[in-house]
């Protein structure tokens, strides 16, 4: 997600950290997949004195603010924090994270741009242990649907890559073995006066495939803009007692305790 809708990826971060006042979490590490730096970062640093703090920073930031994150980072390192890309997730599929080494998963409006969100929830089980949680947002399938009417040879459009509804994400959350999901959704208008300033929003959120625009035909752009966001959190409960396939859970035998009968007098 690009400069001109940071202020987005701010609001929902906000609206998230409210979601998580009611829960009881006792939290030492922390992955934020993505952040722009300082922003996250701080939040957190604040809430959760002491915490290890390890941030995927996304790639649209700016040299000074790499340079400032990873200020931040080595202040935080006496904590055990760090910083590295979300570029390196994107290409590997996986987090530079051990196993079972994080307490909650924070991720703002990352889902709507993979195309499949399955292995990110699986990466997700991977590194958190067991009681940790993971929280997170994205823009639904009803995003921009004011752009669906519009027929401009210019504008060409484009859909997010993970079409999933809350409903689409809750049952994926049950299907990785989280447990315990809460799946919430609003919508939010965006009202707008520039088309230049529409147009920048909605190639931010790639929305659109970038293509100039005729003046004449700004007319006919729509005057705001309406996203769906979609919140969620799930539980890791269990973690280590069975593992699920096809729906009949599979328990190794190492984990089941031999009770031994006492000697007959």
Same mark, same amino acid.
């Not at 922390?30 to 790639?59: M, N, Q, W």
């Not at 669906?148 to 484009?158: A, D, E, Q, T």
């Not at 809460?182 to 707008?192: A, F, G, H, S």
């Not at 005729?214 to 959190?233: C, D, F, I, R, W």
């Given at each position: 997600? =690009? ?10 971060? #906000?609206?998230? $950290? ?16 993505? #952040?722009? /730096? ?10 959760? *004195?002491?915490?290890?703090? =390890?941030? $995927? ?7 000074? &603010? ?16 760090? =910083?590295?890309?979300?570029? @390196? ?9 051990? #196993?079972?080494?994080? !307490?909650?998963?924070?991720? !703002? $409006? ?5 195309? !499949? ?8 089980? %991977? ?9 997170? @947002?994205?823009?639904?399938? +009803? ?9 401009? *040879? ?10 999933? !509804?809350?409903? +689409?994400?809750?049952?994926?959350? $049950? ?10 959704? &609003? ?5 707008? &006066? ?27 752009? /729509?005057?705001?803009?309406?996203? &769906? ?31 031994? %009968?006492?000697?007959?007098?």
């Amino acid at each position: 997600m =690009t400069q001109p809708i940071r202020w987005l990826q701010d609001e929902i971060a #906000d609206r998230m $950290l409210q979601k998580l006042d009611i829960v009881k979490l006792d939290v030492k590490d922390i992955l934020i997949v993505p #952040d722009f /730096p300082g922003k996250h970062l701080h939040i957190f640093a604040k809430r959760y *004195p002491g915490a290890c703090l =390890t941030s $995927l920073l996304d790639e649209s930031v700016s040299g000074f &603010e790499m340079w400032r994150a990873k200020a931040m980072s080595h202040w935080r390192s006496f904590f055990g924090g760090r =910083t590295s890309s979300l570029a @390196s997730y994107t290409s590997s599929g996986r987090f530079d994270v051990p #196993d079972n080494s994080v !307490d909650l998963v924070f991720s !703002d $409006l990352l889902l709507q741009d993979l195309a !499949d969100p399955k292995p990110f929830l699986q990466e997700c089980w %991977r590194v958190l242990r067991d009681g940790g949680l993971i929280a997170f @947002s994205y823009l639904g399938p +009803d995003t921009g649907k004011e752009l669906r009417s519009l027929v401009i *040879p210019g504008l060409r459009l484009k859909n997010l890559l993970s079409p999933w !509804d809350m409903h +689409d994400m809750g049952d994926a959350l $049950l299907s990785e073995r989280f447990s315990d999901p809460v799946m919430d959704m &609003e919508y939010l208008t965006l009202d707008y &006066e520039s088309d230049a300033v529409f147009l920048a929003d909605v190639s931010a959120l790639k929305l659109i495939h970038s293509s100039p625009i005729e003046a004449s035909e700004m007319n006919v752009l /729509p005057q705001k803009l309406t996203l &769906e966001v979609v919140y969620g959190h799930a539980w890791v409960i269990g973690k280590h007692l069975a593992k699920a396939k096809d729906n009949v859970a599979y328990i190794d035998l190492n984990q089941i305790g031999r009770k031994t %009968r006492p000697d007959s007098a």
